[in-house]
C-alpha cells in the first residue's frame, strides 16, 4: 500500500508532500485541516511531479464559518477541475490525497 499527501497550507506556496505506507485515518485528516473534514466537491484529480492522477481532497468543514485565512494555493489548483460555474473558494489547510488501488479503497 503506497499514498501520498499533498497538504495545501494558506501561508505557502508549495504544498509539503507526506508518504504514507498505511491507510490515513480520520483524526489525522482532522488534525490536518484543524477540525472536521469536508470533501472537496470536484476536486478529484490534481497534477504532481507532472502526472496527473486520481485523488480526493479534504478541507475544514467549518473553515469559512471559522474565518479561516483564504488559501490561494488549493484554490488555484482547484478552479482547475471544478465547473465554470461552480464559484468558491478554499481556506485553512487542504490536503489532497492519492495513491495505489488499495490506499484509495482504504480511504
Known amino acids: ?3 501520498t499527501g499533498l497538504i495545501f497550507r494558506p501561508d505557502t506556496q508549495k504544498p509539503e508532500v507526506v508518504n504514507f505506507d498505511e ?3 480520520i483524526d489525522y485528516l482532522q488534525g490536518i485541516v484543524g477540525g472536521y473534514i469536508e470533501l ?3 476536486f478529484k484529480y490534481i497534477l504532481h511531479d507532472g502526472v496527473v492522477t486520481d485523488c480526493i481532497v ?3 468543514e ?3 464559518d471559522k474565518k479561516l485565512p483564504f488559501n490561494i494555493e488549493a484554490t488555484a ?3 482547475n477541475v471544478r465547473p465554470r ?3 468558491d473558494r478554499l481556506v485553512g489547510n487542504v ?3 492519492f495513491g495505489d488501488d488499495e490506499f484509495m479503497e482504504s480511504l
Open 62 to 64: 467549518h473553515g469559512k
Open 1 to 3: 500500500m503506497k499514498g
Open 40 to 42: 472537496v466537491p470536484y
Open 58 to 60: 479534504f478541507c475544514n
Open 95 to 97: 490536503i489532497a490525497v
Open 85 to 87: 460555474e461552480f464559484n
Open 77 to 79: 489548483r482547484w478552479i
Open 23 to 25: 491507510p490515513v485515518d
